[in-house]
Every structure is written in C-alpha cells, then in structure tokens.
C-alpha cells in the first residue's frame, strides 16, 4: 500500500484511509521488510497527526464518560438520600400528629402549663404541645385542632 498524497487529500480522504488502513500500517512502493509495524506508526505516516488526534479524542471522550458516571452515581445517591429523609419525615409527622395533646394550654401564675404538665416553661417560652399543634397544622392540616395560645 503505497502513503497517501497529503496535498492531494482532504480530511474526509485521510479518514476514509484511516478506516480502511489495514491492521499493521502502510508501506511505501517497494518496501520489503514485511514486520507491518515498520511504517505506519511514526511521524512520516501522513495520517499520524489524524491518529494522534483521534487518540486524544477517544482519551478525553473515556475521561467524560468517567465523570458523567460519577455525577451519575452521585444523582442517585443523592436520590435515595432524599427519599430516606421523605421516609423520616413521614414517621416524625406521624408520631407528633398522634402524640401531640388538641387540648388547650392551661397556665398557672408561674407561667406553666397545667394542662400538659409542663409547669417549670420560662418566661417567653411555649408549651411543647402548642408548638407540637402548631407543626402538625402546618404538616397535615385535615388532623389540627384550633391552635391555643401557647
């Protein structure tokens, strides 16, 4: 196989002779070493530069690829982390929904809650059963009660 013209050539030319290159290179008119790896592999095959490139390419496309698997693998990482917290959030709705007391707040002179027991509350402090209806109006409003005054 004789190296094709570089002059005479265009890109579409050089990668249709790429393509069809066979498997140990090309060899000029009246080469006889027959080792197929003699030419074809360095810097006087014409095509070289387009071979360099293409292995430049194939390296960077395997580079992408490699990062679009790790933002892949993060995605649904990140996906099932969400869904573990949904699942949370779904079991704390429910036990404040059934553990919160709908009765309303019933403060002593010291600013307790008689009602619910919670008689040693601060000043500026709210009942913990008043914050618990104030949370579950705001998660599942079709189970809250009128809010007391906390």
């Not at 030419?39 to 360099?52: F, V």
């Not at 704390?92 to 040693?120: N, S």
């Not at 109006?137 to 009660?145: E, F, G, Q, T, V």
């Amino acid at each position: 196989m004789t190296a094709p013209d570089p002059a005479a050539s265009t890109l579409g030319d050089d990668l249709r002779a790429l393509i069809r290159r066979p498997m140990f290179g090309w060899h000029p008119e009246g080469c006889d070493c027959h080792d197929g790896l003699a030419h074809g592999s360095d810097e006087t095959d014409p095509l070289w530069p387009l071979a360099q490139r293409a292995d430049a390419l194939a390296t960077e496309r395997e580079g992408w690829q490699t990062l679009r698997n790790e933002w892949r693998q993060t995605a649904y990482d990140l996906a099932a982390e969400r869904d573990a917290a949904r699942a949370e959030v779904d079991t704390l709705r429910m036990l404040v929904r059934d553990l919160y007391d709908p009765d309303p707040c019933e403060f002593d002179h010291r600013g307790g809650c008689q009602a619910h027991g919670y008689l040693t509350l601060e000043p500026g402090q709210t009942c913990p059963q008043h914050d618990a209806q104030q949370v579950v109006a705001l998660l599942d409003p079709a189970h809250a009660k009128e809010p007391t005054h906390g």
